[in-house]
């Protein structure tokens, strides 16, 4: 059982579509992440979620919505596309609430396996 | 701003040497240091993590070195192997409060 799952796993997309990356969690976990690793490895936190609330927007353009229908979803919708926006997106998971402390737990951040965005 | 710094950016060492990979922050509230192990195609996964109440933490053949004073720390694998081969971060936040900083990466390639 795959603990954080992202779909699609690969997106090819022309500038200026209109994109969505899904994720899933089934580890029960309460707070849920997207994080943005660019050519050169460097991973910079975008959003989070705890609850399906949002706590965490870093600065990141406007055109990169996240939506939490339920917290063991959050999903990464991305407007007007940007040869710029072409990255690995991961989504994350943990118990641990970015905003708050929660006792009995690791603070793990869980990845899910990422998903290449090309945009041509 | 880059709160956490990683050096080297990659490494070379032969199976069976010590690899070391060091870190430094800038936010004294920092207490929580875990180190993130990632291979090709995957996500980055724990691979272990200290708090600032032990200098040293082992598992294995993986201890994190940490010093207060000079806000550094450090990973080093013992007996490298070519299956660690893979690109480390470091990481920092405030413990359950802020999210995690990641440092840049460190690609490791262990050669026979």
């Known amino acids: 059982d795959t603990a954080v799952s992202q779909t699609p796993k690969y997106l090819v997309t022309q500038m200026g579509n209109d994109k969505s990356i899904k994720c899933e969690q089934n580890?029960?976990?309460?707070?849920m992440y997207w994080y943005k690793q660019d050519s050169k490895k460097f991973l910079k936190i975008m959003f989070s979620y705890n609850n399906k609330e949002l706590i965490i927007n870093e600065t990141v353009p406007n055109r990169f919505s996240p939506k939490s229908p339920d917290k063991a979803h959050l999903n990464l919708h991305i407007n007007s596309l940007e040869l710029g926006d072409s990255a690995v997106y991961f989504c994350?998971?943990?118990?641990?609430?970015?905003?708050?402390?929660?006792?009995?737990?690791?603070?793990?951040?869980?990845f899910g396996e990422g998903s290449r965005l090309t945009v041509l | 701003q880059q709160q956490v710094k990683q050096s080297p950016q990659s490494l070379i060492v032969q199976k069976g040497g010590i690899s070391i990979i060091n870190c430094a922050y800038e936010?004294?509230?920092?207490?929580?240091f875990p180190w993130y192990q990632q291979f090709p195609g995957k996500g980055p996964a724990l691979l272990i993590a200290i708090r600032p109440d032990v200098s040293e933490k082992k598992e294995g053949r993986f201890t994190i070195s940490f010093n207060k004073s000079a806000k550094q720390f450090s990973l080093h694998i013992m007996d490298s192997q070519p299956g660690d081969s893979a690109t480390y971060f470091c990481?920092?936040?405030?413990?359950?409060?802020?999210?995690?900083?990641f440092g840049k990466g460190t690609r490791l390639s262990v050669i026979a």
């Open positions: 990481a920092a936040s405030i413990w359950g409060n802020t999210p995690l900083v």
């Open positions: 580890l029960g976990h309460d707070t």
């Open positions: 936010n004294t509230a920092f207490d929580y």
């Open positions: 994350a998971s943990s118990q641990v609430r970015a905003g708050g402390r929660k006792s009995s737990n690791t603070g793990e951040l869980f």
